[in-house]
């Protein structure tokens, strides 16, 4: 592959990529209440930003993983696509899955806090976890 079509097929798995961070962002911002980028620039609300930072870095190891077993190529940019939109959902039915078994609303909790709750550490490692599973699942 020459370099002018390396650099080409590099933007278009970074432009993918970043969608499916701002699509993560905003799945994020969906399960909890308020503006979460208010949440974690303005507020400093060190909950939200555990929280923000694990889905991130959840979908971007996930991108990682898809773009490295999908053998590369024009080809493959839907199939991490598709991954990346798989990832997005499983994390947001982990984080309900979550919901429902804690008492509360475990959005309200990571949100009201000013001071660091358990909960949204927990939250976290939910991110983590879903993505490690999809990562193992794409390694197939």
């Known amino acids: 592959m020459a370099l002018g079509e390396l650099v080409l097929l590099t933007l278009a798995y970074a432009g993918v990529g970043l969608i499916i961070l701002v699509a993560g962002f905003f799945a994020v911002d969906l399960l909890t209440p308020g503006h979460l980028g208010r949440q974690v620039m303005e507020d400093r609300n060190v909950n939200a930003g555990i929280l923000l930072a694990a889905a991130l870095f959840s979908l971007g190891l996930i991108e990682w993983f898809a773009v490295f077993f999908s053998g590369g190529g024009w080809d493959s940019l839907i199939d991490v696509a598709v991954f990346g939109a798989i990832g997005i959902a499983l994390q ?49």
């Open 92 to 140: 947001a039915v982990g984080f309900l899955l979550l919901d429902a078994l804690t008492p509360g609303k475990l959005g309200a909790i990571c949100m009201a806090s000013e001071r660091f709750h358990p909960a949204s550490a927990v939250a976290a490692s939910v991110q983590v976890a879903v993505a490690l599973v999809v990562c193992a699942a794409l390694t197939g």
